[in-house]
T-cell receptor
Framework: DAGVIQSPRHEVTEMGQEVTLRCKPI?????LFWYRQTMMRGLELLIY????????DSGMPEDRFSAKMPNASFSTLKIQPSEPRDSAVYFC????????????FGSGTRLTVV | GENVEQHPSTLSVQEGDSAVIKCTYS??????FPWYKQELGKGPQLIID?????GEKKDQRIAVTLNKTAKHFSLHITETQPEDSAVYFC???????????????FGTGTQLKVEL
């Protein structure tokens, strides 16, 4: 099992550019979560999916953020246009069953917007 | 919504000593409390968890205690080793209950440093 795979590991972009972060969950995991980690706010849930369907996107900060899960093995988090305050580490996690049990996190994408 | 507070924010201990990290939560419906360890450059990794039907759980040098009445839970690491140095996060969830049961709310983290 390769675990949750995120790409890229690091991303540096200029303000105003579009950024796409990618995630491949563990096979068989029905739940996928996107978290953002900053020094100021810690780990924040942005959105989560169940069986490819977005269930709760109340943590998405603005309309500039969007997430999709076209199939069970792939999800994207897009920021358009990006701003310096979006700089953070973005984590994807997956879980095999209902109830927040067995969360497995990816290694994260460190995003820097200059 | 749930609010999880974690203390201390930094903790320095000598190798072989014990370390204790404490968390409180606000949502009385929370019933699942995992702890995660995050090493530099990596994602958080689950190290132990406890559900509300038990008061204590142990796994080798790690133990977690839960006081549902007081709404607080703690992580205990005994015989600390340098490889225990990392950031530790507590979290809370409603488990399988409806209304946010799949979401984890995290504490702000504790930077543990084990000194030789």
């Amino acid at each position: 099992d390769a675990g949750v795979i995120q790409s890229p590991r690091h991303e540096v972009t200029e303000m105003g550019q579009e950024v796409t972060l990618r995630c491949k969950p563990i096979s068989g995991h029905d739940y996928l979560f996107w978290y953002r980690q900053t020094m100021m706010r810690g780990l924040e849930l942005l959105i989560y999916f169940n069986n490819n369907v977005p269930i709760d996107d109340s943590g998405m900060p603005e309309d500039r953020f969007s997430a999709k899960m076209p199939n069970a093995s792939f999800s994207t988090l897009k920021i358009q246009p990006s701003e310096p305050r979006d700089s953070a580490v973005y984590f994807c996690a997956s879980s095999p069953r209902e109830g927040a049990y067995g969360y497995t996190f990816g290694s994260g994408t460190r995003l820097t917007v200059v | 919504g749930e609010n999880v507070e974690q203390h201390p924010s930094t903790l320095s201990v000598q190798e072989g000593d014990s370390a204790v990290i404490k968390c409180t939560y606000s949502d009385s419906a929370s019933n699942y409390f995992p702890w995660y360890k995050q090493e530099l450059g990596k994602g958080p990794q689950l190290i132990i968890d406890i559900r509300s039907n038990v008061g204590e759980k142990k796994d080798q040098r790690i133990a977690v205690t839960l006081n549902k009445t007081a709404k607080h839970f703690s992580l205990h690491i005994t015989e600390t080793q340098p490889e225990d140095s990392a950031v530790y996060f507590c979290a809370a969830s409603r488990g399988k209950l409806t209304g946010g049961g799949n979401k984890l709310t995290f504490g702000t983290g504790t930077q543990l440093k084990v000194e030789l």
